[in-house]
């Protein structure tokens, strides 16, 4: 069994790699490093099973060998990235999902896409199933990334209904864990960076807008029950516990003792109100739903999380 993880040096991708090799899958990761780190697959050097090459899937791509799996997992994820690359994100969403796709039909391989709880956008409906078709602004700064997925999802769609490709769609929302880069530019890493370094917690607008997080290990699990079901439509992974933007900041913030205070900066353009996941569907159909409470995962995450900040900063 041999499958191709495209942003396998990614946060998500390279645990996709562990998940993988771990049943039994040889593993080629395809990145091009572009958000993704070689440090995150440092582990799996010398394991026969496992092979990591640097390519842009967004260009022609050719996959010598058996191939029985195609996870697309390529993609900048968190905003200040897919702002820094709009291009890059059109194009991976798009020219890199007809691609893969094209890989899957060829090797007659099953597929499944890393969609996200953006193709939401800044959701009415709360909390969203499957059913709720988003509301979504098309040409706002976020687009770039929102409507490369929903690109992404009718892509995928299109070539099981007229191809016969055995696809699966995954929507991801809010997953944290080791590997995720300090300071990225989403809440949990922002928050830790700023603890570290002695900044003030930036929270913006008011704080009441919710996430819901998932530990990492917990959406791995999920991803991989769908990608080995017989569900092709878009399925919700994620932890339905909300809470506020502003509460999640206090909650960082109460471990780390002496911290700086929170403050609050302007909201960014279209940022989304809510965002919670409807899991029923994952319940229902894969038996699946989060195990590691936001304690726990906190945990391990900010162990990891304090050092890589000690391996980023040049001793005293």
């Known amino acids: 069994m041999r499958a191709v993880v495209t942003g396998g040096a990614g946060f998500l991708g390279s645990h996709l790699c562990d998940r993988l090799l771990a049943e039994g899958w040889e ?3 395809l990145d091009n490093l572009l958000t993704g780190n070689e440090l995150n697959l440092q582990h799996l050097k010398g394991n026969p099973k496992f092979r ?9 791509l050719r996959v010598e060998g058996e191939v029985r799996y195609v996870f697309h997992f390529a993609s900048p994820a968190s ?15 798009s020219i890199a999902t007809m691609n893969t796709l ?22 009415d409906v709360t909390p969203q199933s499957e059913t709720y078709w988003g509301h979504v602004n098309p040409i706002g700064p976020r687009s770039v990334y929102d409507e490369a997925k929903r690109f992404a999802e009718a892509t995928t769609m299109a070539y ?32 830790v960076f700023q603890a570290l370094s002695g900044q003030p917690f930036t929270v913006y607008g008011d704080g009441k807008q919710t996430r819901s997080f998932c530990y990492v290990s917990d959406l791995i699990d999920g991803i991989y029950k769908l990608s080995q079901s017989s569900e092709h439509f878009p399925t919700n992974i994620g932890n339905p516990t909300e809470l506020t933007i502003y509460e999640f900041a206090k909650k960082i913030r109460a471990h780390f003792p002496n911290s700086p205070e929170i403050i609050h900066e302007p909201l960014p353009e279209d940022d989304p109100k809510q965002r919670c996941p409807d899991i029923s569907k994952a319940k229902r159909l894969l038996g699946w739903e989060p195990k590691v409470g936001l304690e726990e995962g906190l945990k391990l995450t900010l162990a990891y999380f304090k050092e890589q900040f000690a391996r980023l900063t040049p001793a005293r």
């Open 27 to 29: 593993v080629l990761a």
């Open 160 to 191: 099981h209904r007229y191809h016969g490709v055995d696809t699966h769609i995954v929507r991801i929302f809010n997953t944290y864990g080791p590997r995720m880069r300090l300071n990225d530019g989403r809440a949990l890493p922002n928050f």
């Open 52 to 60: 990591l090459e640097k390519k842009n899937v967004s260009e022609p």
């Open 79 to 93: 905003p200040p990235d897919y702002l820094r690359f709009p291009i890059e994100t059109l194009k991976v969403g």
């Open 102 to 123: 094209d890989l899957a039909l060829e090797k007659k391989a099953g597929y499944l896409l890393a969609s996200t709880s953006e193709c939401y956008g800044d959701p």
